[in-house]
């Protein structure tokens, strides 16, 4: 039977290249994003492999995420598989130095509207006894590195919050898991240095994860049979060894 999968953040990055390898195998999509212009041009591009429907919402925003969700028509509105990847990192500053309006951006994304989007949907899934969640956390998830405090505080809640979803939702023979990447050459960048020119900096001298990669253990965590749940991936390219260890090579 044809699934159907609400991914959030998918206009760009990790959510993008997920909807498209999950389009390829034929999953019905709700995308969810900020970016109208970008939901359009994708759902455009993959109505042609799938049913597609486009959500264009905040997840920030409690009234908007769960007015979204509820606005669902009856063909979109039994979700079979939520990805939780929107997510943002704002700022690398030491904590004396941080922005608590950075500091609540990645709280509010990160966290909060993890939560939100998760609340909205959850109870279909318990209602119908079946459904597959997947957290995107981060390897700022598994270990805490320099000036990265709140982010990778954020990112150690999420894999808090997968566990303690999981525990809850066991009776209901829900599956739940997280996939975790290090660096991953995507806007990520762009956002956390705000524009600035060491964005561009950060993926150079080595071979960085592609959305692409991530994309593919998503689908594979996904598409295991009924018994099997990936409970939790840790990911980096060849080059990176953790957080702060990357074998860079220049010419």
């Not at 905040?58 to 990805?83: M, T, W």
């Not at 994860?209 to 998503?218: C, K, N, P, R």
């Not at 018994?227 to 010419?251: G, W």
Request: charged residues 20%.
């Amino acid at each position: 039977m044809k699934k159907t999968a609400l991914i959030t953040g998918a206009t760009s990055g990790i959510g993008h290249a997920t909807a498209f390898e999950f389009a390829k195998h034929g999953i019905d999509l709700v995308l969810c994003g900020r970016r109208l212009g970008r939901l359009e041009t994708i759902q455009k591009a993959l109505s042609k492999l799938t049913n597609v429907y486009i959500l264009n919402f905040d997840v920030r925003n409690k009234e908007e995420a769960f007015k979204a969700i509820q606005s669902l028509p009856e063909k979109f509105k039994n979700i079979d598989i939520l990805i939780n990847n929107a997510g943002n990192a704002h700022g690398l500053d030491i904590i004396s130095e941080g922005s608590i309006d950075d500091w609540d951006a990645m709280m509010d994304i990160n966290v909060k509207g993890l939560l939100y989007v998760s609340k909205a949907i959850i109870p279909g899934m318990t209602e119908r006894k079946s459904g597959h969640i997947i957290n995107i956390g981060s390897s700022a998830g598994k270990e805490v590195y320099p000036k990265g405090n709140v982010y990778c505080g954020s990112k150690h809640a999420v894999l808090a919050i997968t566990e303690g979803m999981r525990i809850d939702l066991n009776p209901y023979g829900i599956k739940v898991g997280s996939i975790n990447p290090g660096l991953v050459e995507t806007e990520f960048s762009q956002v956390r240095f705000k524009g600035d020119k060491i964005a561009d900096t950060v993926y150079q001298g080595f071979k960085a994860l592609q959305a692409e990669d991530v994309a593919e253990v998503i689908y594979f965590a996904v598409s295991r049979p009924p018994h099997v749940n990936i409970a939790d991936v840790l990911m980096f390219c060849t080059a990176q060894a953790n957080s702060t260890i990357v074998k860079k090579e220049f010419n």
